[in-house]
């Protein structure tokens, strides 16, 4: 009995944990962008753009770096205009990626 309650309890992790995909998913696939943020006084022209991703498998690895200070500082951005992001899921647990975009000066 308890292995069949621990069974279901992992189960529904893995099923109905869907924190930080995106403002829309599927169970089986999804593939979003969606905003974030903007330069306000609308000052910073977008020259500029870089990526920074991490992803999760199975919930039990995940690695990368989706920071936008890190992203916006490896590829050479001083002044931000705009912070967007990406989501792809696989089967909701099975495989994430989460992606932050940087464009700026």
């Keep these: 009995m308890k292995m069949k309650l621990v069974f279901i309890s992992l189960l529904s992790v893995f099923l109905f944990a869907n924190c930080a995909i995106g403002p829309t998913h599927g169970f089986i696939?999804?593939?979003t962008?969606?905003?974030g943020t903007?330069?306000?006084e609308n000052n910073v022209k977008a020259t500029k753009e870089g990526k920074g991703c991490q992803f999760t498998v199975l919930y039990l690895f995940s690695?990368?770096?989706a920071g936008a200070g890190?992203?916006?500082n490896k590829?050479?951005?001083s002044k931000i205009a705009t912070i967007d992001h990406s989501s792809l899921?696989?089967?909701t647990g099975l495989f994430r990626n989460y992606c932050t975009i940087v464009s700026g000066e």
Excluded: P, Q
């Design 89 to 91: 899921s696989v089967f």
């Design 75 to 77: 590829n050479g951005i």
């Design 33 to 35: 962008k969606f905003a």
């Design 38 to 40: 903007f330069n306000a």
């Design 70 to 72: 890190s992203v916006a």
């Design 63 to 65: 690695a990368g770096d």
């Design 29 to 31: 696939f999804s593939s």
